[in-house]
């Protein structure tokens, strides 16, 4: 088992044209099931005037756009889980909450086939990044309510790894019990990972490093996908870092980097439709490599809550379209943010991901933490951008940092920005908190 290179070869070398067949298939058996059991979706595709029994794969563009809104409001009008639920409570194994960074958390439901969905795409995930039976796994993510933790613990136990469930449990415990133990491998955000780099070196006295872990896999927010990010926390810690990502309402993971790390390769394959859309119009775009496009979601294999033609707001730029030297077919993705948090300085568009990626080349000056800060929204834009960035333990000159830092952003990013420095560890998130990038205004 531990030898083989895949975890399933079959789905994760497949040929184009035969997946598309494959997800024609089971696009129409979604369709059927949700046009007989949704009160949600019946109401949307009538009011569409849409049929969507005669509707496949070709013809997928042609039904409407699913959004969180519309999930939160159904959810209220038909507790617990909403009118687009296909299965009687008494059937669901599972409830999820989302993590709400979007605002008000939706509920996501599992029936028994629907968890195992959740376990083969998960598997494909960690084996990609080189977990195998007997891999010591640090499970460094929460184990309440969201859909990470107990997700991936089922994940490993299929994979028969040792599971170290730490959770977010007080760090000088956990890395009592890490040092003790050994690790290989450890799974977790960039937040909390720096985090922990924080406490390892300024509370304890620990280089993380000396801990022995061979790779990573960070998830749940843009950051592994940044080269400077990556490369601070990979020679932080001495391993191979992996970007991924997935969304509470699909499947926690489904998209992942291979060891060539050229890019996240999608591990739905049979279980979701990834489809790419202009963020400005909606219109479906063939995947070229270096375009940008937002991603939409179609569940083709789901029994309690599918979601058809789902934008969930991730805006991604094309890394590849053929074969990859891992082997894998498919498309190859990065992460460049969320397509709300794009904001535009007089014409140009600028991505949060973009910023960090210049202030991080700045290290070890500044941290890498950062906030922008803009006026509300609807509200123009005009530069300079109000920036604060962290300093970081070998700062320097203030004055030279200060100067050095607006001119790479007008260099690098098109824009003016005024660049205010503030003491170490004003900005740094503490245990499971998230970075919070953009500040707005109130209206």
């Given amino acids: 088992m531990a030898e083989r290179r895949y975890w399933n ?4 070398t497949i040929d184009p044209e035969r997946l598309w067949q494959l997800e024609d298939e089971r696009l129409r058996w979604q369709l059927r099931w949700v046009w007989e059991r949704s009160p949600f979706y019946r109401q949307k595709f009538s009011e569409a005037g849409i049929d969507p029994l005669t509707i496949g794969r070709d013809s997928l563009h042609l039904l409407p756009f699913t959004v969180k809104d519309e999930v939160r409001r159904t959810q209220q009008d038909y507790p617990p889980l909403g009118g ?11 409830i999820h909450a989302s993590s709400g960074t979007t605002g008000q958390p939706t509920l996501v439901g599992l029936t028994e086939a629907d968890a195992r969905a959740w376990n083969e795409v998960l598997a494909r995930f960690f084996w990609t990044t080189g977990v195998r039976p007997g891999t010591r796994v640090w499970l460094a993510v929460t184990l309440g309510w969201y859909i990470a933790g107990l997700s991936f613990y089922e994940a490993l136990r299929a994979i028969q790894a040792t599971v170290y469930p730490s959770g977010t449990m007080e760090a000088t415990r956990t890395f009592n019990v890490i040092q003790r133990a050994g690790v290989d491998y450890m799974v977790s955000s960039p937040t909390f990972v720096n985090f922990l780099t924080h406490v390892a070196r300024e509370r304890l006295g620990i280089d993380p490093a000396s801990l022995g872990i061979k790779a990573m896999a960070l998830g749940g927010e843009p950051g592994a996908g940044v080269p400077q990010i990556r490369q601070q926390i990979e020679e932080t810690w001495g391993c191979k870092v992996y970007d991924a990502m997935g ?29 790419f859309i202009e963020p400005e119009t909606g219109r479906p775009i063939e995947p070229k490599e270096g375009m940008l496009a937002e991603l939409v979601y179609t569940a083709i294999q789901r029994e309690c809550v599918p979601l058809i033609r789902f934008r969930i707001g991730d805006l991604v730029r094309i890394e590849g379209t053929g074969r990859c030297e891992c082997g894998r077919t498919g498309i190859r993705i990065r992460c460049v943010g969320r397509v709300d948090d794009m904001f535009i300085v007089r014409g140009v568009n600028v991505f949060p991901s973009a910023v960090a990626d210049v202030i991080a080349s700045f290290r070890p000056r500044v941290t890498g933490e950062f906030q922008i800060r803009l006026p509300a929204r609807g509200l123009p834009i005009d530069p300079p951008v109000p920036i604060v960035v962290e300093l970081g333990p070998e700062p320097g000159d203030l004055h030279k940092l200060k100067r050095d830092l607006e001119e790479a952003i007008r ?16 900005l740094t998130p503490t245990g499971t908190m998230k970075r919070q990038v953009i500040v707005r205004g109130e209206a």
């Fill in 411 to 426: 260099a690098q990013l098109i824009f003016r920005a005024t660049v205010q420095l503030v003491p170490k560890g004003e």
């Fill in 84 to 94: 687009h639920a296909c299965v009687p409570l008494h059937e669901v194994v599972r």
């Fill in 9 to 12: 070869e079959v789905m994760e």
């Fill in 247 to 275: 969304t509470a309402d699909f499947a926690p993971i489904l998209w992942t980097e291979c060891e060539a790390q050229a890019g996240m390769h999608f591990v739905g394959q049979g279980f979701v439709i990834a489809e």
